[in-house]
């Protein structure tokens, strides 16, 4: 189902260095994998819903809420960097016009 000039190329994608025994190895495992995807492709899903995972899950995490501080200055001082009334961050974005 997949070659080993197969294997070469995704190693070579995925930036992989390998050696030819492992060349040969993951032919082998990567044609038992797709073998597998072809023998669930033949099962009738007809009536089955599409869905992205086999179990419900809920949400267990708390709902944010905003909540004042009690003192600006406080929560001012705990950060590394200020400038005025704000926090001041490393800059991110690229501001060179080119």
Not at 44 to 69: C, F, G, H, L, W
Not at 72 to 98: C, H, M, S, Y
Request: glycine share 2%; no cysteine; net charge negative.
């Amino acid at each position: 189902m997949i070659d080993t000039e197969q294997v070469k190329k995704i190693a070579h994608l995925a930036r992989l260095e390998i050696t030819p025994e492992q060349e040969e190895q993951f032919t082998g495992q990567l044609s038992s994998i797709l073998e597998y995807f072809d023998q669930l492709s033949e099962l009738d899903t007809t009536d089955v819903p599409p869905t992205t995972r086999a179990i419900e899950i809920k949400n267990i995490t708390r709902s944010d809420s905003m909540q004042p501080y009690p003192s600006r200055e406080e929560l001012l001082k705990e950060a590394p960097e200020q400038e005025g009334d704000f926090f001041k961050v490393p800059q991110i974005l690229n501001t060179d016009e080119e």
